[in-house]
Protein backbone atom coordinates (compact mmCIF):
# COMPACT_ATOMS: atom_id res chain seq x y z
CA UNK A 1 0.00 0.00 0.00
CA UNK A 2 1.25 3.26 -0.87
CA UNK A 3 -1.17 6.12 0.17
CA UNK A 4 -4.98 6.53 0.52
CA UNK A 5 -6.91 8.53 -2.51
CA UNK A 6 -8.82 10.24 0.63
CA UNK A 7 -11.51 12.98 0.12
CA UNK A 8 -15.30 13.87 0.69
CA UNK A 9 -17.36 10.25 -0.66
CA UNK A 10 -19.88 11.67 -2.51
CA UNK A 11 -22.96 10.78 -4.74
CA UNK A 12 -22.58 10.84 -9.03
CA UNK A 13 -24.97 13.46 -9.26
CA UNK A 14 -23.17 15.89 -7.48
CA UNK A 15 -19.82 16.04 -9.54
CA UNK A 16 -21.14 18.48 -12.37
CA UNK A 17 -22.62 20.81 -9.99
CA UNK A 18 -19.01 20.48 -7.75
CA UNK A 19 -16.78 20.98 -10.88
CA UNK A 20 -18.82 24.27 -11.89
CA UNK A 21 -18.29 25.58 -8.16
CA UNK A 22 -14.46 24.96 -8.27
CA UNK A 23 -13.98 26.12 -11.80
CA UNK A 24 -15.49 29.41 -10.81
CA UNK A 25 -13.40 29.69 -7.64
CA UNK A 26 -10.36 28.95 -10.56
CA UNK A 27 -9.77 25.77 -8.37
CA UNK A 28 -8.25 22.52 -9.62
CA UNK A 29 -11.19 19.66 -9.23
CA UNK A 30 -9.58 16.35 -8.22
CA UNK A 31 -12.15 13.21 -7.98
CA UNK A 32 -11.98 9.75 -8.11
CA UNK A 33 -14.69 7.59 -9.25
CA UNK A 34 -15.28 4.88 -7.18
CA UNK A 35 -18.20 3.36 -9.40
CA UNK A 36 -21.72 4.41 -10.99
CA UNK A 37 -22.71 6.04 -7.65
CA UNK A 38 -20.26 7.54 -5.88
CA UNK A 39 -16.98 9.77 -6.29
CA UNK A 40 -14.30 11.17 -3.79
CA UNK A 41 -13.80 14.42 -3.93
CA UNK A 42 -10.40 15.52 -2.75
CA UNK A 43 -10.30 19.28 -4.09
CA UNK A 44 -10.48 20.68 -0.62
CA UNK A 45 -10.04 17.07 1.94
CA UNK A 46 -7.60 15.73 -0.58
CA UNK A 47 -4.04 14.45 0.19
CA UNK A 48 -1.17 14.06 -1.36
CA UNK A 49 -2.50 11.26 -3.78
CA UNK A 50 -4.31 13.56 -5.99
CA UNK A 51 -1.66 14.87 -7.74
CA UNK A 52 -0.09 11.09 -8.96
CA UNK A 53 -0.37 11.34 -12.57
CA UNK A 54 -1.54 9.03 -15.16
CA UNK A 55 0.85 6.60 -17.03
CA UNK A 56 -0.27 3.89 -19.62
CA UNK A 57 2.71 2.09 -17.98
CA UNK A 58 2.46 2.71 -14.49
CA UNK A 59 4.06 1.75 -11.22
CA UNK A 60 1.17 1.66 -9.41
CA UNK A 61 -2.70 0.54 -9.39
CA UNK A 62 -5.53 1.37 -7.64
CA UNK A 63 -8.27 -0.92 -6.14
CA UNK A 64 -11.47 -0.01 -3.96
CA UNK A 65 -11.40 -1.63 -0.48
CA UNK A 66 -14.42 -1.89 1.71
CA UNK A 67 -13.78 -1.06 5.61
CA UNK A 68 -16.57 -1.16 8.07
CA UNK A 69 -18.64 -0.49 5.23
CA UNK A 70 -16.88 2.56 4.13
CA UNK A 71 -15.21 2.80 0.11
CA UNK A 72 -12.07 3.58 0.04
CA UNK A 73 -9.44 3.95 -2.79
CA UNK A 74 -6.19 3.15 -2.06
CA UNK A 75 -2.91 2.83 -4.10
CA UNK A 76 -0.66 0.33 -4.12
CA UNK A 77 2.74 -0.41 -5.94
CA UNK A 78 2.88 -2.97 -8.48
CA UNK A 79 6.33 -3.78 -9.05
CA UNK A 80 9.72 -2.33 -6.73
CA UNK A 81 9.12 1.69 -7.17
CA UNK A 82 12.89 3.44 -6.62
CA UNK A 83 13.98 6.48 -4.69
CA UNK A 84 13.32 9.34 -6.20
CA UNK A 85 10.90 7.54 -9.08
CA UNK A 86 7.21 9.25 -10.03
CA UNK A 87 4.05 7.09 -8.85
CA UNK A 88 2.11 6.90 -11.34
CA UNK A 89 -1.59 4.80 -11.84
CA UNK A 90 -3.80 3.65 -14.82
CA UNK A 91 -6.83 6.84 -14.66
CA UNK A 92 -8.61 3.92 -16.75
CA UNK A 93 -11.07 6.89 -17.49
CA UNK A 94 -13.87 5.30 -19.79
CA UNK A 95 -13.61 5.69 -23.85
CA UNK A 96 -15.19 8.53 -25.21
CA UNK A 97 -15.75 9.58 -28.56
CA UNK A 98 -13.08 12.02 -30.85
CA UNK A 99 -14.54 15.27 -30.06
CA UNK A 100 -14.35 14.49 -25.84
CA UNK A 101 -10.32 12.68 -26.57
CA UNK A 102 -7.83 13.99 -23.75
CA UNK A 103 -4.12 13.42 -25.01
CA UNK A 104 -2.06 11.27 -23.07
CA UNK A 105 1.80 12.99 -22.34
CA UNK A 106 2.50 10.14 -20.38
CA UNK A 107 5.65 9.10 -22.50
CA UNK A 108 5.94 5.42 -21.64
CA UNK A 109 6.67 3.19 -24.50
CA UNK A 110 3.21 1.98 -24.39
CA UNK A 111 1.45 5.17 -24.38
CA UNK A 112 -2.29 4.74 -25.73
CA UNK A 113 -2.11 8.26 -26.99
CA UNK A 114 -5.17 9.49 -24.89
CA UNK A 115 -6.17 8.93 -21.10
CA UNK A 116 -10.24 8.58 -22.83
ZN1 LIG B 1 0.13 7.50 -22.04
Redesign the pocket.
Known sequence: MVIEYSGNVIRSVLTDKREKYYDGKGMGCYMFRIDDYEVVDATVHGNAARFIN????PNCYSRVITVDSQKHIVIFASRRIYCGEELTYDYKFPIEDASNKLP?????KK???F?N
Do not use: M, V
Not at 54 to 57: D, F, G, L, P, Y
Not at 104 to 108: E, P, T
Open positions: HSCECNCSACRKL
